[in-house]
């Protein structure tokens, strides 16, 4: 389990059911009809707006936030690589077979397995570069769908008030009536606002940097098994990769700077 995530939530549940305790609201905010009216509408807007070819993987995209996949650091790939180009100059292209198994990351795996069945380099590239446009354009969707939850949930939270507040004021010589609307009313805000920014943008937050994460892995390996499919030495191979990590971070340091 990923340590941050629990803590996070337990942190933010922690201090949220402290407060609404201490001011003896922690009992009135059971309210079925507002959680179905927020949950269940944005599930309705989601459903509306993504295919099921994208919505079939939220449920991997919610046990990956939860048990994050292991995945070998940058570095620990830059050896991996530079290895495999010192077994391709010291005995030949045709040894690295025999050192597959202690590959740590599947796409190494299957890109010198490719040099290895004599594929084209041109070919190679193209299907690494296809496969890593993949993997991004299909994690940019899952991001996408928790980012449009949170978007989505505090409009139907302003929905559940007005629906409130009417019911209030066709209730208005009933005071019992008005109470159950009111809290009709603030409920749903509460559910709306705290569904987004508690759950559903912290996860579309953390899928994305797993995808950056992995994107760059792949990225480090196309251009490693290029480097050794062309026969560089080990020294060169080594600094391609760090060359291109290094440019890698600059560019999303300054994307970030750009996007805040």
Do not use: C
């Amino acid at each position: 389990m990923d340590l941050m995530t629990f803590l996070g939530a337990a942190t933010g549940m922690g201090v949220i059911v402290f407060v609404l305790s201490s001011g003896g609201m922690l009992r009135f905010l059971l309210n079925w009809e507002a959680i179905i009216l927020i949950f269940g509408g944005t599930l309705g807007s989601v459903m509306i707006a993504y295919p099921w070819a994208a919505l079939k993987w939220v449920k991997s995209s919610l046990v990956m936030v939860i048990f994050p996949p292991k995945r070998a650091p940058i570095n620990e790939l830059i050896r991996a690589i530079v290895r495999f180009a010192e077994i391709a100059k010291r005995s030949g292209v045709d040894a690295i077979a025999g050192e597959l198994r202690s590959s740590p990351h599947p796409f190494l795996t299957d890109g010198l397995q490719m040099m290895l069945d004599g594929v084209d380099i041109h070919i190679l590239r193209e299907r690494m570069e296809n496969d890593i446009n993949t993997t991004r354009l299909r994690h940019q969707q899952q991001t996408n769908i928790f980012n449009s939850a949170g978007t989505f949930a505090p409009i139907f939270g302003l929905l559940g008030t007005l629906i409130g507040v009417v019911q209030v004021l066709r209730n208005i010589q009933n005071p019992q009536m008005m109470g159950s609307s009111m809290a009709i009313a603030m409920t749903a805000s509460f559910y709306g606002i705290f569904s987004a920014n508690f759950l559903f943008l912290p996860i579309a937050s953390k899928l994305g940097y797993y995808s950056d994460e992995d994107i760059l892995s792949r990225e480090i390996i196309a251009k490693g098994v290029l480097s050794v499919y062309e026969g560089d030495v080990p020294w060169l191979v080594s600094k391609k990769l760090e060359g291109y990590l290094s440019l890698a971070l600059r560019r999303k340091a300054k994307a970030g700077k750009q996007g805040a």
